[in-house]
T-cell receptor
Framework: DTGVSQDPRHKITKRGQNVTFRCDPI?????LYWYRQTLGQGPEFLTY????????KSRLLSDRFSAERPKGSFSTLEIQRTEQGDSAMYLC???????????FGPGTRLTVL | DQQVKQNSPSLSVQEGRISILNCDYT??????FLWYKKYPAEGPTFLIS?????DKNEDGRFTVFLNKSAKHLSLHIVPSQPGDSAVYFC??????????FGTGTRLQVFP
């Protein structure tokens, strides 16, 4: 399977704990995006990378959130001191620079108790 | 502010008929528009797209129409099939970067 993969698929954590998610994009794609989706809403943009450079961050991305793409391949999204409001589906997408279509992974569903 | 709006949360259509899903946007600077389909517990799947310089794009059973003066686009599915039952998201792009999504329309195709 050469699509976008995300790990884990589900994460349950207690409030105040730190969590980290991983995304592996389609191998030849140099752009990688993170989105968050809550119930009844469409995905909301969080941040994106071109190769290893983080080019844009949404104001939704508070200081507790950090994303990295150290070698321009996989990316990690870390949430520190989780809050119940962080409960959502976290989606990763990738694309080839200059091409509009983005291809999504299956998402990581986070539940903060 | 909601820049991309899908005002119909749900739509029910008989198998074989046409499904029409609508989307409105507010920002005239949007350059590209896309439709995604989403099944439960899966990520969105790309369906079809259209550039702002065109008014129609067709791919098999799926056609997207763009009316720039009205800031409106629609997705037509003909003929509708039970496997088309899913949530459909309209998305807009200012350039080749982030997507701005609507809230989705749940389509149910019944026999």
């Amino acid at each position: 399977d050469t699509g976008v993969s995300q790990d884990p698929r589900h994460k349950i954590t207690k409030r105040g704990q730190n969590v980290t998610f991983r995304c592996d994009p389609i191998s030849e794609h140099n752009r990688l995006y993170w989105y968050r989706q809550t119930l009844g809403q469409g995905p909301e943009f969080l941040t994106y990378f071109q190769n290893e450079a983080q080019l844009e961050k949404s104001r939704l991305l508070s200081d507790r959130f950090s994303a990295e793409r150290p070698k321009g391949s996989f990316s990690t999204l870390e949430i520190q001191r989780t809050e119940q409001g962080d409960s959502a589906m976290y989606l990763c997408a990738s694309s080839f620079g200059g091409v509009n279509e983005q291809f999504f992974g299956p998402g990581t569903r986070l539940t903060v108790l | 502010d909601q820049q991309v709006k899908q005002n119909s949360p749900s739509l029910s259509v008989q198998e074989g008929r046409i499904s029409i899903l609508n989307c409105d946007y507010t920002n005239s600077m949007f350059d590209y528009f896309l439709w995604y389909k989403k099944y439960p517990a899966e990520g969105p799947t790309f369906l079809i797209s259209i550039s702002s310089i065109k008014d129609k794009n067709e791919d098999g059973r799926f056609t997207v129409f763009l009316n720039k003066s009205a800031k409106h686009l629609s997705l037509h599915i003909v003929p509708s099939q039970p496997g088309d039952s899913a949530v459909y998201f309209c998305a807009a792009q200012p350039t080749t970067d982030k997507l701005i999504f609507g809230t989705g329309t749940r389509l149910q195709v019944f026999p």
